[in-house]
């Protein structure tokens, strides 16, 4: 059998079948090379799964799980039961050809060949990784044709960009328990990405169980930690699904959890409590200290037996240094030991925290400001400033390479900014005024978006990670030269919203729940119609100085509710593109119908308003809307604005574009704007 | 402080404020005594918590968990942050005052009592327990009035009907996850529910992991167990509720997955494997052989460890000793030890079983057919059996407390059966053809509703346990006078059912899920039109001789969207009773509202069906939804329905009755037949 799946895939490849253009790709990420052929493979109670060459238990359960989604998603009940060595039958309709495990190492195979022929189908891969790349794929090419569930008929060769790619998800500032990790997990790959970076420690929590120093996470947690129990259960769920786990004990800074457990640690003799706020904060530890090391050294000791994989995360970002100066006792430790700036007793506590990790077979990974001459090259840098933080657009992580490091971006990947997919799609990894040599460039390893989750609970949790890091994860997975199209991004990443919501995605029923929650279940489709053209405040501006909201904030309201790339906005945006290109009749009545909505909706929501308070706080929010409708029809129905009330009504537009109710903005002023603007030229 | 808030219940209680009646309750289940009284405690941001008398640590996770809640509802930004003995506030808006710490025995004090003045809330109880009941209905309390939240102004006295308040959940037949399980610990506390039964073995699955016996959950389980760390973190999660543990393995019938794992213990030599469909089934343990006796003890003296609850459940249930009978052997060891019939042969079991148990300090709880003279009064008996098994209505309680066993009621109280919450809500523990001593009486401790799973999955599990359950809870927690009232009950289950949601429930969100799943996020209010008018089948019929699904059958299908008490249906048929009472026009203009909406929705779903084949299995179903809106409209618009037309659209009824296409039923064709009916009179 091994050798006729070679021999087939050979024959595909090299010449091919006919060939069929499709109008629109389902696949999100793309792969590097894709061929439509004519006709489909069709879905019956008959679909099967056999496995070839090497069995690895992960590859059975994955392959498991995606006949599973398929019987879920086609309603067929497919006669094959659990999927294991002895229960493979002999003609099967998908066959998995692996040659070997994969291991978690940058420069491990992943990629995967895929043949669906009418016959069936046929995965072949060098590791299981690559296999189980190839069955997601599989799983979002399954579509509706003539009254059939089926797979388009394709030939795939596909292997990633990087090999690195990643979320990190903040669990100090809010908890996020075992079950939203693992279904995340499960999201991530999805979408083929296979690194995630746990942010175990900050001000605001320490999250480890850790025996030799219980008062870490006894004090330093509200009591919401991960066992090591559930660490070493979340590791092994993570390798399953091909994703290794990167632990990050955030230090010297970001460490007031630390000290309120232990405050002998600290840099300055004061009181500590956990953090409640946002922000930058000066608690730092100790790098003069020797029981700081010895700490440090139990913590990664134990840690390192939970985590298998060979990097560890130690931060190093954000610390300003202010309690080292003004420690008297420190400062004459710098001068000592000829330290001349805060950055030198850093890279000197660096130079200790190396030590401590190579003694545990661990190499260091740390946000950019780790990177000095006593950290070796085979550190990892995270690179994440950027023109905010003083950097040149897309200097730091090119920095990191010419340094000799390895490195991956996170600048331009912060999710946590509430930007639009398109922002985070645009990133590019090497800026065109920089030039890299092919060694330089062979060290970016790739990318990890950030949820940083100041503002997030489990409620939210998936809104504010789904559906955009899918626009990420490929970004990371597919060719550069696939990555431009920002309008066909879109239209892919509809598609793999609803395939997230099919395999557990919370992203789009919670946002139905908080409206239920807002319009106290009074009319909560008229509240939907504000949601839909609202999204949060972005770039942290939603959460003032870091202090409108703390922890223990109700994150329940319409902020909550609201989405980037808002559907409502998007929506209307390409409405108003539509009319500018040609104000037919059509594409008049479509936006007719939309600013009549805009305008009734408001008397509705009154009335909810009324019965949940709640909401009052963007009941102007509302009453804009509605005042954008009105001119909307009186500009399409009527046809009378004069240029006096069109200038009127644009300056009206940016007082609006201003209200910050509900700490939300309303996304339609741009597309409003333009077309205000295009009246004139009509 | 204390004496304080004892003089002013004193003096509330026995004098009174000014009553005042409300039109609606909000409460479910309802308290024993309940006053309004004229005014509001309006909730502000200062809104805080102290416990005074006994401090246990339950109590102030549950009063944060309550005071989050509160936020969380309203929005407000309450100051109080994480409440800690040391983070009491002296001035606070509740005051909780306990005596002591409540236990888990059938004699404990639940009661408690609530004042809510203008001043503040006051909660008085002796055990934590009660306070925790207590903040439940302050909880329910909540809305909104003027603009503000508030809590209406009440002095409540309440104490529960029955000890024994119970919810079984079958996780063999599907596994249910650890969180799911959490989450509905949750729910049944809200509505002050403190039993959890859990049903941990069947046929069709071992789910707990033994050190003794590893094969047992390794092959017993396809992997999908609960390790010992897990259970003992749901028991203490259960405890922090209020909610006591009851683990069930079900001996010696219903044993496919244990012989699975150990065939040398089955009583018939043969290949077991695990059972995927559902039924009643042959495999059996061999009482006859000392192993059996041997891994019972220590399976039990393992989870002994895990359960500190004093009640063990051993099933019992449903053993037809057909491998007894055919095993000569057995029939051998009958005959020499004078054991007539199976029932002798396993009335020997559970006595050897009882003392095992005993050896754990263990009292034995099983189904009722463990009821044998070998078993000692101390055993708990609950009671399943009904008409269907040849019991007279309601007899087989009444028989356990006759023979002097302590008894619970599950029989009338089969969530799976589908049957509408009012169905479970007049099941009566005693009929009024049977009389009891005061002593029998007493012996009835409660009784619980069992979440058997052939057709349930996490996707599932909430919409088939909740809102239903919460009608179930108030029939064990509430006078028994108070729960006759149907159509009160259905209103205030409407209202639980959001406060549910608001708490974490998936019973609205999930169903929404499927239904844009099975739309394939085509029109989904479309399809949902439909589901909101049909019902599962009932009473085991949508699954014939349990194996038209299996244990891998999607469980993702229209049938998995609708719900019992289906939205649609009951507010046709309140229609249709406002019409019979009042043909005015009005009514008459409601009804054709929901017939024109029938009628046109056809069409509609056509469209959906092309794009989602597999709704094929209801098109037709869509269809009679369109001829009752076209009959509907023609009666009511037209008026021009003959006697003999109206016959035979009855008749035409019975046949859309009998469609059982997607495994549902049209949930409306009774009221239709009332609405038809009744025109006859107009």
Redesign the interface.
Known sequence: MKLFVSTLMTLVFTFGFAQENKDKDNLMPLPSSIEYHKGYFVVDKNFSVRIEGYKSNRLFKYADKVL?RI????????DQ??LTTSSNPQTSSVVIDVERGGKFDVEEDESYELLISKEGIIIKSVTDLGAMHGLETVYQLLE?NN???VFPLVSIKDSPRFVWRGLMIDVARHFI???DIKRNLELMSSVKMNVFHWHLSDDQGFRVQIDSHPELYKKGS?GNYY?K?QIKDIVAYASDLGIRVIPEIDVPGHATAILTAMPQLASKDTTYTLE?NAGIFSPVLDPTNPETYKVLGDVIGEMSELFPDKYFHIGGDENEGKNWESNPDIVAFMKKNDLKHPHDLQAYFNSKLYKILASNGKEIMGWEEIQNEAIPKGALIQSWRGVNEGEEVGASLSKAVKNGYNAILSNGFYIDLMLPASSYYSTEFVPNTIELSKEEEARILGGEATMWSELITPLTLDSRIWPRTAAIAEKYWSPKSKTKDVDNMYSRLDLVS?KL??IGSQH???K??II???S??NQPEVVKVLVDVCEPMKVYSRNPNGTM??????Y??FADACIVDAIGAREFGNLVNDFIKDDSSENRLKLVEVFRLWKTNHSNFLEVV?????L??VALKSKYLNELGVLGLKSLELNNISPLELKSALKNIDEISADEGGRTELAITNSMKLFLKSLDHK
């Open positions: 599973r019987s879920n998603e086609s309603g067929i009940f497919v039961k659990i509706v009254g059939k569930y328990p075992v079950d509200d066992t129990t409640r609803k919501e099919r789009i029923k919670n139905d729940v239920r929650n807002i106290n279940y909201y703390n922890t223990f904030s109700p329940t309201k009324a019965t949940s308070p709640m009052e706080e």
